[in-house]
C-alpha cells in the first residue's frame, strides 16, 4: 500500500478528431484506439472529441466506434471547428468529471507505446511534484513503416537527430528548447497532471498550438521529466506529408504561423520565469534573441529565406549584443540588411 499522494493516478488520453469523409482518417483513427487497448496497464480512460467535422456522418461513427470500444470510451462533438488545440481542451472537463488525473495527449494518426500508461503511472506516483512528460518518437509513414531519417523533410529531420540528445529533466528547461532544440513537443508525446492543463489551455490558433503551450507549461515553473521506454510513433505520410502543413495551404505560410504562435509561447514563458525571479530581464531579451536565430535557421533549412531573415532582423533588434555573440557573419548581413530596408 502506498500513501494517497502516491497513489498511481488515471491516464486520460485527449484525441482531437477532424473527419471530411476520406477513409484513411477512420482507418487511422482505429489503429490509434488499437495502440490504446493494447495498453499493458489498464488504468485509462479515451475522449475523442470531434471537431466539428464535415462530414455528417462522423458523430453517429464516433458514437457507434466509442460504444463498440466499451465504457472506458468517450466522444464529444464540438459544434464549432477551433483546430486541434481547442478541441483538446473541450475534453478537461469531463476527465475532471470522471476523475481523470493525468492527461496523455494522442493525435487520431498516432500510436501510443504499450508501455505509455505503466511508464505514466509510475512516474507520476513516485513524484508528486512531476507536472509533465513527454515521451521520445520514431517517424512512421502511413503504412506503420519507419522513414529513414534522410528521407524525411529537413525541419522533420532536424527533430528525428535531436532524439539522440540528452533528455530534459527538471525546471525551467523550456530554455534548452527555446535556443538549442527543434521541437519536443509533438502534441502526442506530451502528459500533463490534469490541473497544469486546466491552468493553460491551449491557445485558440490552429498550429503550432503545441510548442506555445509547451513553453507555458515550463515558464510556470512545472517539472518536467522524460518517460524513458516508452516511444512514441508518429505518423507521418509519405504522399501528403504532416497534417498540419497541408492544412495550413503550404509550408512557408504554416512556418510564418509556426514563428508567431511560438514566439507568444515563448514570450509568456519569459515573463512568467521573470515574475518567479528566476530570469532578469536582461536574460529573458537573450533568450528571445537566441530562439529567433534558431527559428530563423529551421526555416531556412526549409528554403523559407525570406523569412528567415525577418527573424534575424527581429532577433537583432531584441538584443543586439546575443545577436552579435550568436548569429553568422551572413546572419548578421541578412538582419542588417532587412533593417537598411525599413530606414529606407
Known amino acids: 500500500m502506498t500513501p494517497e499522494s502516491m497513489t498511481p493516478p488515471v491516464v486520460a488520453f485527449v484525441i482531437a478528431y477532424w473527419d471530411d469523409g476520406k477513409p484513411w482518417q477512420r482507418e487511422y483513427l482505429r489503429l490509434t484506439l488499437d495502440s490504446i487497448v493494447a495498453q499493458t496497464d489498464p488504468n485509462w ?27 472506458r470510451f468517450a466522444a464529444i462533438h464540438s459544434d464549432r471547428n477551433g483546430g486541434c488545440g481547442p478541441a483538446r481542451n473541450r475534453a478537461l472537463p469531463a476527465v475532471e468529471r470522471d476523475g481523470g488525473d493525468v492527461i496523455a495527449w494522442l493525435d487520431a494518426d498516432d500510436l501510443a507505446h504499450p508501455d505509455r500508461v505503466a511508464v505514466l ?19 512512421i509513414d502511413e503504412n506503420g513503416n519507419p522513414w529513414a531519417e534522410d528521407e524525411l523533410l ?22 534548452d528548447v527555446a535556443v538549442e532544440r527543434e521541437n519536443v513537443a509533438i502534441p502526442s508525446a506530451m ?3 490534469l490541473s497544469l492543463a486546466r491552468r493553460f489551455p491551449f491557445p485558440d490558433v490552429r498550429f503550432c498550438e503545441d510548442v506555445a503551450t509547451w ?11 522524460h518517460a524513458d521506454g516508452s516511444t512514441l510513433r508518429y505518423r507521418v505520410p509519405r504522399v501528403g506529408g504532416s497534417a498540419s502543413r497541408v492544412l495550413a495551404g503550404d509550408l512557408e505560410y504554416f512556418n ?3 514563428c508567431g504562435n511560438e514566439r507568444a509561447g515563448l514570450v509568456d514563458a519569459i515573463e512568467m520565469a521573470t515574475a518567479r525571479g528566476v530570469l532578469t530581464a536582461t536574460a529573458g531579451r537573450s533568450i528571445l534573441c537566441r530562439y529567433l536565430i534558431r527559428i ?8 523559407h529565406v525570406g523569412l528567415a531573415t525577418e527573424q534575424y532582423a527581429d532577433a537583432r533588434s531584441v538584443d543586439p549584443t546575443t545577436f552579435g555573440q550568436h548569429a553568422t557573419p551572413e546572419e548578421q548581413r541578412m538582419a542588417e540588411q532587412v533593417s537598411v530596408t525599413r530606414d529606407s
Open 45 to 71: 480512460r479515451v475522449y475523442v472529441v470531434n471537431d466539428a467535422s464535415p462530414e455528417p456522418s462522423a458523430t453517429a461513427y464516433l458514437d457507434a466506434l466509442t460504444a463498440w470500444y466499451g465504457e
Open 256 to 258: 510564418r504561423l509556426r
Open 121 to 139: 503511472r509510475r512516474m507520476f506516483a513516485e513524484d508528486p511534484e512531476l507536472e509533465v512528460v513527454y515521451n521520445s518518437i520514431e517517424f
Open 215 to 225: 513553453f507555458r507549461f515550463l515558464g510556470s515553473g512545472a517539472k518536467l521529466d
Open 154 to 175: 529537413p525541419s522533420l529531420r532536424l527533430l528525428a537527430r535531436e532524439q539522440a540528445m540528452p533528455v530534459l529533466r527538471g525546471r525551467d528547461r523550456w530554455v
Open 191 to 193: 502528459s500533463a497532471r
Open 296 to 303: 530563423a535557421r529551421t526555416v531556412s533549412v526549409d528554403g
